[in-house]
């Protein structure tokens, strides 16, 4: 049982609205140091919008966000610029700076942000290129990398920032079949070493292998939510279980 004093995230009651569509209703996560949760569900449900509302890249309309026990003020561009150094995310998109090699995408932030100095940032660059397998790339340009690569390369920029929580919006939506596998084995790597991660996916081998706990999300709400084990097991009609007897079906039909 997750106690106060294990979590770093709480989100409260958050709710966010564009041109007077409610995307999300309220909506309460609790995360613990270590954990991984995975959220699934529908698209249009509000899975993207919930990261980054946690994130503040969109900035809620009601709710609290708690980092650590302190509430986040978010009319206050400290605790944004706070937040947002503290919990990294991952675009199915990728987000790379395409005038800048795979090293600079890395260093420009740590240059910037962390003010470190260019040989000190140079060389953590290169070791997270290294954990994530692309450490004879740094000089490519991302319209160089496959998408599998730019994807460890966006994580590999997030991880340089020494983020508390990783977020990650179908980090494989946009690869091609024959390079998840690489991405995900980044995803992988990072678990066992202890990242704690808030991830959307698709991918049937993450929700089965990765999650803690399960959040089934549907027009702005979490509808369903619990541990793999009790909501996928074998029998159950649950909503998950059903969304993902889909996913299995569409894997089979692609392969």
């Known amino acids: 049982m997750m106690t106060e004093t294990d979590q770093i995230l709480r989100v409260t009651d958050i709710s966010k609205s564009f041109g007077g569509n409610t995307i999300l209703n309220a909506v309460s996560v609790k995360l613990a140091k270590g954990e991984i949760k995975v959220l699934i569900g529908p698209s249009g449900g509000g899975k993207s919008t919930l990261l980054q509302c946690i994130n503040c890249l969109v900035v809620p309309d009601a709710g609290a966000i708690e980092l650590e026990n302190e509430t986040i003020d978010f009319r206050r561009k400290q605790d944004l610029y706070r937040l947002r150094q503290q919990v990294g995310m991952i675009f199915q ?137 009790a909501l996928l097991a074998a029998g159950n009609t649950s909503r998950s279980q059903g969304f993902c007897d889909r996913l299995n079906e569409l894997a089979e039909v692609d392969g």
């Open 93 to 229: 998109d990728f987000n790379l700076f395409d005038h800048l090699t795979a090293l600079d995408n890395i260093t420009i932030a740590l240059r910037r942000v962390k003010k470190m100095d260019k040989n000190q940032a140079r060389q953590r660059a290169r070791l997270e290129l290294d954990q994530v397998g692309l450490g004879d790339k740094e000089a490519l340009y991302p319209a160089q990398l496959s998408g599998g690569q730019k994807q460890r390369l966006a994580i590999a920029r997030a991880l340089a920032m020494d983020p508390k929580i990783l977020l990650l919006d179908e980090p494989t939506s946009a690869l091609d079949p024959t390079l998840i596998g690489e991405v995900i084995a980044v995803i992988k790597g990072l678990a066992v070493k202890g990242m704690t991660m808030i991830m959307a996916t698709h991918q049937i081998s993450l929700i089965y292998n990765l999650a803690d706990e399960i959040l089934f999300m549907e027009n702005g709400r979490i509808v369903e939510q619990g541990p793999p084990a």
